[in-house]
Protein backbone atom coordinates (compact mmCIF):
# COMPACT_ATOMS: atom_id res chain seq x y z
CA UNK A 1 0.00 0.00 0.00
CA UNK A 2 1.48 3.68 -0.79
CA UNK A 3 2.06 5.74 2.41
CA UNK A 4 -0.68 8.14 2.61
CA UNK A 5 2.45 11.03 2.90
CA UNK A 6 3.43 9.49 -0.15
CA UNK A 7 -0.25 9.43 -1.66
CA UNK A 8 -0.83 13.52 -0.54
CA UNK A 9 2.57 14.61 -1.91
CA UNK A 10 1.55 12.68 -5.30
CA UNK A 11 -1.48 14.52 -5.63
CA UNK A 12 -0.09 17.61 -4.97
CA UNK A 13 2.30 17.14 -7.67
CA UNK A 14 -0.41 16.45 -9.69
CA UNK A 15 -2.49 19.01 -9.30
CA UNK A 16 0.03 21.56 -9.90
CA UNK A 17 1.72 20.08 -12.70
CA UNK A 18 -2.17 19.80 -14.06
CA UNK A 19 -3.01 23.16 -13.47
CA UNK A 20 -0.56 23.79 -16.31
CA UNK A 21 -2.48 23.49 -19.54
CA UNK A 22 -0.82 20.64 -22.15
CA UNK A 23 -1.31 18.57 -25.11
CA UNK A 24 -4.25 16.49 -23.19
CA UNK A 25 -6.30 19.93 -22.59
CA UNK A 26 -5.40 21.43 -25.89
CA UNK A 27 -6.92 18.15 -27.55
CA UNK A 28 -10.00 18.84 -25.24
CA UNK A 29 -10.24 22.35 -26.06
CA UNK A 30 -10.21 21.62 -29.75
CA UNK A 31 -12.67 18.99 -29.16
CA UNK A 32 -15.07 21.29 -27.52
CA UNK A 33 -14.26 23.29 -29.90
CA UNK A 34 -15.39 21.51 -32.56
CA UNK A 35 -18.16 19.43 -31.16
CA UNK A 36 -19.69 20.97 -28.26
CA UNK A 37 -19.21 20.53 -23.84
CA UNK A 38 -20.52 17.35 -24.67
CA UNK A 39 -18.65 16.03 -27.03
CA UNK A 40 -15.30 17.34 -24.84
CA UNK A 41 -16.61 15.17 -21.81
CA UNK A 42 -16.98 12.24 -23.86
CA UNK A 43 -13.45 12.82 -25.51
CA UNK A 44 -12.14 13.19 -21.87
CA UNK A 45 -13.65 10.27 -20.48
CA UNK A 46 -11.75 8.37 -23.54
CA UNK A 47 -8.51 10.10 -23.15
CA UNK A 48 -8.59 9.04 -19.42
CA UNK A 49 -9.39 5.75 -20.42
CA UNK A 50 -6.55 5.36 -22.76
CA UNK A 51 -4.25 6.38 -20.33
CA UNK A 52 -5.60 4.29 -17.63
CA UNK A 53 -4.51 1.50 -20.24
CA UNK A 54 -0.46 3.12 -20.03
CA UNK A 55 -1.06 3.21 -16.40
CA UNK A 56 -1.37 -0.23 -16.20
CA UNK A 57 1.30 -1.03 -19.03
CA UNK A 58 3.59 0.60 -16.37
CA UNK A 59 2.37 -1.44 -13.36
CA UNK A 60 3.23 -4.57 -15.75
CA UNK A 61 6.46 -3.60 -16.79
CA UNK A 62 5.32 -3.09 -20.16
CA UNK A 63 5.39 0.78 -20.23
CA UNK A 64 9.12 0.68 -19.45
CA UNK A 65 9.99 -0.87 -22.89
CA UNK A 66 7.88 1.45 -24.92
CA UNK A 67 9.90 4.10 -23.23
CA UNK A 68 13.43 3.25 -24.04
CA UNK A 69 12.92 1.88 -27.45
CA UNK A 70 13.09 4.11 -29.89
CA UNK A 71 11.58 2.45 -32.50
CA UNK A 72 8.56 1.68 -30.42
CA UNK A 73 8.29 5.05 -28.79
CA UNK A 74 8.22 6.06 -32.53
CA UNK A 75 5.58 3.86 -33.68
CA UNK A 76 3.45 5.28 -30.61
CA UNK A 77 4.26 8.82 -31.21
CA UNK A 78 3.42 8.77 -35.40
CA UNK A 79 0.33 6.33 -34.29
CA UNK A 80 -1.15 9.28 -32.04
CA UNK A 81 0.19 11.97 -34.24
CA UNK A 82 -1.52 10.03 -37.07
CA UNK A 83 -4.77 10.32 -35.47
CA UNK A 84 -4.82 13.38 -34.37
CA UNK A 85 -4.24 15.22 -37.75
CA UNK A 86 -7.05 12.55 -38.94
CA UNK A 87 -9.17 14.06 -36.35
CA UNK A 88 -8.77 17.70 -36.91
CA UNK A 89 -9.18 16.64 -40.61
CA UNK A 90 -12.50 15.63 -39.78
CA UNK A 91 -13.48 18.59 -38.19
CA UNK A 92 -12.43 21.18 -40.46
CA UNK A 93 -14.66 19.01 -43.47
CA UNK A 94 -17.42 18.93 -41.26
CA UNK A 95 -17.68 22.36 -40.35
CA UNK A 96 -19.96 23.41 -43.57
CA UNK A 97 -23.16 21.42 -42.43
CA UNK A 98 -25.12 23.93 -40.96
CA UNK A 99 -25.66 23.97 -36.69
CA UNK A 100 -29.13 23.95 -37.29
CA UNK A 101 -28.69 20.57 -39.84
CA UNK A 102 -26.71 18.18 -36.55
CA UNK A 103 -26.02 18.25 -32.94
CA UNK A 104 -22.59 19.08 -32.36
CA UNK A 105 -22.18 15.68 -30.97
CA UNK A 106 -24.00 14.01 -33.71
CA UNK A 107 -21.28 11.00 -33.32
CA UNK A 108 -22.41 8.19 -31.22
CA UNK A 109 -21.03 8.80 -27.28
CA UNK A 110 -19.23 5.43 -27.96
CA UNK A 111 -17.63 6.65 -30.75
CA UNK A 112 -16.18 9.92 -29.16
CA UNK A 113 -15.14 7.99 -25.95
CA UNK A 114 -13.34 5.46 -28.30
CA UNK A 115 -11.81 8.35 -30.70
CA UNK A 116 -10.66 10.05 -26.97
CA UNK A 117 -9.22 6.73 -26.04
CA UNK A 118 -7.00 5.72 -29.00
CA UNK A 119 -5.21 9.57 -28.56
CA UNK A 120 -5.10 8.96 -24.59
CA UNK A 121 -4.04 5.18 -25.52
CA UNK A 122 -1.09 6.59 -27.90
CA UNK A 123 0.69 9.66 -25.86
CA UNK A 124 3.61 8.91 -25.81
CA UNK A 125 4.60 11.35 -23.04
CA UNK A 126 2.12 10.29 -20.77
CA UNK A 127 4.40 6.95 -21.04
CA UNK A 128 7.45 8.43 -20.30
CA UNK A 129 5.41 10.79 -17.40
CA UNK A 130 3.88 7.53 -15.87
CA UNK A 131 7.25 5.57 -15.53
CA UNK A 132 9.07 8.11 -14.77
CA UNK A 133 7.65 9.36 -11.95
CA UNK A 134 4.95 7.06 -10.23
CA UNK A 135 8.18 4.79 -9.54
CA UNK A 136 9.62 7.64 -7.38
CA UNK A 137 6.46 7.63 -4.53
CA UNK A 138 6.29 4.00 -4.36
CA UNK A 139 7.21 2.11 -1.07
CA UNK A 140 9.50 -0.41 -2.36
CA UNK A 141 9.73 -2.44 1.01
CA UNK A 142 5.99 -2.30 1.53
CA UNK A 143 6.10 -4.82 -1.72
CA UNK A 144 2.90 -5.13 -3.89
CA UNK A 145 4.82 -2.43 -6.39
CA UNK A 146 2.13 -3.14 -9.11
CA UNK A 147 -0.48 -2.29 -7.18
CA UNK A 148 0.97 0.55 -6.24
CA UNK A 149 2.04 1.97 -9.26
CA UNK A 150 -1.56 1.30 -10.57
CA UNK A 151 -3.24 3.58 -7.80
CA UNK A 152 -0.83 6.51 -8.10
CA UNK A 153 -1.67 6.66 -12.02
CA UNK A 154 -5.59 6.22 -10.81
CA UNK A 155 -5.21 9.26 -8.61
CA UNK A 156 -3.70 11.26 -11.30
CA UNK A 157 -6.05 10.59 -13.60
CA UNK A 158 -8.84 11.12 -11.22
CA UNK A 159 -7.31 14.52 -10.79
CA UNK A 160 -6.68 14.80 -14.79
CA UNK A 161 -10.38 14.09 -15.48
CA UNK A 162 -11.84 16.58 -13.34
CA UNK A 163 -9.61 19.36 -14.60
CA UNK A 164 -10.16 18.05 -18.18
CA UNK A 165 -13.57 17.88 -17.61
CA UNK A 166 -13.83 22.04 -16.58
CA UNK A 167 -11.83 23.10 -19.88
CA UNK A 168 -14.40 21.12 -21.71
CA UNK A 169 -17.20 22.70 -20.35
CA UNK A 170 -15.62 25.96 -20.58
CA UNK A 171 -14.76 25.60 -24.24
CA UNK A 172 -18.03 24.25 -25.11
CA UNK A 173 -19.47 26.84 -23.21
CA UNK A 174 -17.88 29.25 -25.46
CA UNK A 175 -18.82 27.43 -28.27
CA UNK A 176 -22.95 28.11 -27.88
CA UNK A 177 -22.18 31.86 -28.37
CA UNK A 178 -20.27 31.22 -31.17
CA UNK A 179 -23.45 29.33 -32.47
CA UNK A 180 -25.77 31.74 -32.88
CA UNK A 181 -24.36 32.56 -36.28
CA UNK A 182 -23.74 30.00 -38.76
CA UNK A 183 -20.41 31.49 -40.09
CA UNK A 184 -19.16 32.10 -36.35
CA UNK A 185 -19.80 28.41 -35.69
CA UNK A 186 -18.03 27.58 -38.85
CA UNK A 187 -14.91 29.49 -37.71
CA UNK A 188 -14.58 28.17 -34.36
CA UNK A 189 -15.15 24.28 -35.64
CA UNK A 190 -12.18 24.86 -38.16
CA UNK A 191 -10.25 26.33 -35.30
CA UNK A 192 -10.75 23.56 -33.16
CA UNK A 193 -9.91 21.55 -36.23
CA UNK A 194 -6.82 23.34 -36.53
CA UNK A 195 -5.74 23.10 -33.08
CA UNK A 196 -5.99 19.18 -33.19
CA UNK A 197 -3.97 19.36 -36.41
CA UNK A 198 -1.08 21.16 -34.97
CA UNK A 199 -0.62 19.11 -32.03
CA UNK A 200 -0.77 16.14 -34.09
CA UNK A 201 2.34 17.87 -36.03
CA UNK A 202 3.73 19.02 -32.78
CA UNK A 203 3.87 15.75 -31.37
CA UNK A 204 5.87 14.07 -34.50
CA UNK A 205 7.94 16.58 -34.20
CA UNK A 206 8.78 17.04 -30.97
CA UNK A 207 8.08 14.01 -28.95
CA UNK A 208 11.33 13.09 -29.05
CA UNK A 209 12.05 9.92 -26.57
CA UNK A 210 15.23 11.57 -25.35
Known sequence: MVPLSNLLAFALASVLLIAVPGPSVLFVIGRSLALGWKGGVLTVVGNAAGQLVQVAAVALGVGIVVAQSAVLFSIVKLAGAAYLVYLGIKAIRNRRI???????TASSPRRLVAEGLVVGATNPKSVVFFVAVLPQFVDYPAGAIPFQLALLG???LLIALVSDSIWAIAAGSAR??????PGRISAVEATG???MIGLGGTLALTGSKS
Not at 98 to 104: F, S, T
Open 98 to 104: HHAERQP
Open 154 to 156: AVF
Open 193 to 195: GAL
Open 176 to 181: QWFARS
